[in-house]
C-alpha cells in the first residue's frame, strides 16, 4: 500500500526546512517532489526566509546582550576603581 503522492505533497509543506532537506533522501519520488513541487519548493523559500530573519534577531539580541553586561562590567570596574581611590584617601589622611 503506497501513500498518494497529492497527500505526501501535503505533508511535505508542512515540514521544517531541515527535516525537507532530509526527506530529499528517503526515495527518488519525494527528491522530485521536494525540489520541483512548486507549492514545496516555495514553502521552503518562505522557510529559509524566516530562518534567515530569526538569524538576524537572535544576532542582534545576542549583540544587545554583550553591550548590556560589557556596561555593566564597566559601571562595576568604575564602582570599585572609586572605592579604592576613597579607601587610599582614607588611609592616607589617618
Not at 530573519?53 to 544587545?64: D, L, P, V
Amino acid at each position: 500500500m503506497s501513500i498518494p503522492s497529492d497527500l505526501v505533497g501535503e505533508i511535505l509543506v508542512r515540514l521544517p526546512l531541515d527535516s525537507l532537506m532530509r526527506f530529499r533522501r528517503v526515495c527518488k519520488t519525494w527528491q522530485f517532489m521536494i525540489t520541483n513541487d512548486p507549492q514545496i519548493v516555495h514553502r521552503c523559500n518562505e522557510l529559509r526566509e524566516i530562518e534567515s530573519k530569526e538569524a538576524i534577531r537572535f544576532q542582534k539580541e545576542m549583540q544587545k546582550m554583550i553591550e548590556e553586561e560589557r556596561l555593566h562590567f564597566t559601571r562595576c570596574l568604575k564602582k570599585w576603581r572609586d572605592y579604592k581611590r576613597r579607601m587610599r584617601k582614607q588611609m592616607m589622611e589617618t
